[in-house]
């Protein structure tokens, strides 16, 4: 275990709709990442926070929105859903910013658009 | 753009047969390669940091390398339960060519131990 949670585990919605994934971070962590895993591009690193405030922006989409709460909690926001976007997302959080900290992930939250 | 290459792709050993994976990277200034693990449906693990060219890490049943191309993770002596599939990254790269602390990662190595 990890110490960050997501919810919820599984999602299922049809194309054009809207959903929101939750990820709280470990106790102590200001730093929070969402990442995409699906089979045919992998891994992708989405966008990240820090204390409240975006920090860089990956190969996030301008359907997909992302915020963190004064509480450090974090949500993804993802709207006029296309298959395509069937994946598992995976939030990460870290001590701080940088490479010298470790990233810790979440379970993941698997999406199936239909 | 940053590259992470991962081979082989999978990898099926009999428990005790030693065997090396590897990442070869494409990165201006390296900030770190990263090893992770990453079990069936479950979110990646972290394994190691390296920084610099000859630096090794080790733990448990594994040990890490880098040069200044590839990184190398060492399996010895695997056990059934070091099956998963490992992942290698290095930080992002953003467009306009700052560096990011988010990481881009390979497709990984899918590691089967039979016992």
């Known amino acids: 275990d990890s110490g960050v949670t997501q919810t919820p585990k599984h999602l299922i919605t049809a194309t054009g709709q809207r959903v929101t994934l939750r990820c709280s971070p470990r106790?102590?962590?200001?730093?929070v990442y969402w990442y995409q895993q699906s089979l045919d591009q992998g891994l992708q690193f989405l966008i990240q926070?820090?204390?409240?405030?975006?920090?860089a922006k990956g190969n996030i989409l301008e359907r997909f929105s992302a915020q963190q709460f004064p509480d450090l909690h974090s949500e993804l926001n993802l709207s006029s859903l296309e298959l395509g976007d069937s994946a598992l997302y995976f939030c990460a959080s870290s001590l701080r910013g940088g490479p010298t900290y470790e990233q810790y992930f979440g379970p993941g939250t698997r999406l199936t658009v239909t | 753009e940053d590259q992470v290459t991962q081979s082989p792709e999978a990898l099926r050993l009999q428990e005790g047969e030693s065997s090396s994976l590897n990442c070869s990277y494409t990165v201006s200034g390296l900030r770190g390669l990263f090893w992770y693990r990453q079990d069936p449906g479950k979110g990646p693990e972290f394994l190691f940091t390296l920084y610099s060219a000859g630096e090794e890490k080790e733990k448990e049943r594994l040990k890490a390398t880098l040069t200044k191309k590839e990184s190398f993770l060492h399996i010895t002596a695997p056990k059934p339960e070091d099956s998963a599939t490992y992942l290698c990254?290095?930080?992002?790269?953003?467009?306009?060519?700052?560096?990011?602390?988010?990481?881009?990662f390979g497709k990984g190595t899918h590691l089967i131990i039979q016992p």
């Open positions: 106790s102590g962590d200001l730093s």
């Open positions: 990254a290095v930080p992002y790269t953003l467009a306009g060519g700052g560096g990011a602390d988010g990481l881009t």
């Open positions: 926070y820090y204390n409240g405030e975006e920090r």
